[in-house]
């Protein structure tokens, strides 16, 4: 079945400091990848988005390319801010899954000043 | 603002009883998953619903059931509650597609005494 595997946190870094969390996957299809957030005290949203190989989603400073040939789906960011510090979950889509979206375990990101 | 609402917010429930969680969707969207999110975990995915039919299970067992509502709004049902169904349950709408982002609510904790 469909799976996602991600680095394992929490991760702390220091204000400005390059983030990557590593995020794989395993699929029968050909799914549709995402990123989403969870910052404290909210619910869960997009960030990125990728749907077929070798695309980049970016959004907020965040990036991801979809790595057909790694299976992989890592998420980076050149400088990151305190702002940032939330859960960040690696997630897939596909047909053959029937849509439904399948998360991986989540990273927490610590950001300090 | 995601347009995605769950009720109620918290709930307290003893073992042995049953509970029923709403959700109602964004506008316009005709897909509705429900996921069960232990502390410190990914969202673990409990059914699909899909023009008023279940489009797809994870792994629970049938204690946990559903119901799509021909406005899109949903419900899900739990009986015989156990100590480890404490946790948060999100409900989350989308189109039925394999890139379609899926919004979430704020999701409803349920904690099992």
């Known amino acids: 079945g469909n799976s996602v595997t991600q680095m394992e946190g929490p991760v702390t870094l220091s204000e400005e400091a390059f983030l990557t969390i590593n995020c794989t996957y395993t699929?029968?299809?050909?799914?549709?990848l995402f990123w989403y957030v969870q910052y404290p005290g909210e619910g869960l949203q997009l960030l990125l988005k990728?749907?077929?190989?070798?695309d980049k989603g970016s959004n907020k400073g965040f990036e991801a390319t979809y790595r057909k040939e790694t299976t992989s789906f890592h998420l980076e960011k050149g400088s990151v801010q305190v702002s940032d510090s939330a859960v960040y979950f690696c997630?897939?889509?596909?047909?053959?899954?029937?849509?439904?979206?399948?998360f991986g375990a989540g990273t927490r990101l610590f950001v300090k000043a | 603002e995601t347009g995605v609402t769950q009720s109620p917010t918290h709930l307290i429930k003893t073992r042995g009883q049953q509970v029923t969680l709403r959700c109602s969707s964004q506008?316009?969207?005709?897909?509705v998953s429900w996921y069960q999110q232990a502390l410190g975990q990914g969202p673990q995915f409990i059914f699909q619903?899909?023009?008023?039919?279940?489009?797809g299970r994870g792994n629970f067992p049938p204690r946990f059931s559903g119901l799509q509502f021909p406005n899109y709004s949903s419900e899900l049902n739990e009986t015989a509650l156990q100590l480890d169904d404490s946790a948060l349950y999100l409900c989350?709408?989308?189109?039925?597609?394999?890139?379609?982002?899926?919004?979430f609510g704020q999701g409803t904790r349920l904690t099992v005494v």
């Open positions: 989350a709408s989308s189109l039925f597609s394999v890139d379609s982002e899926a919004f």
């Open positions: 699929a029968t299809g050909y799914p549709s």
């Open positions: 990728a749907t077929k190989a070798d």
């Open positions: 997630a897939l889509s596909d047909r053959a899954g029937g849509f439904k979206t399948i």
């Open positions: 506008s316009g969207h005709n897909t």
């Open positions: 619903y899909y023009r008023e039919e279940e489009n």
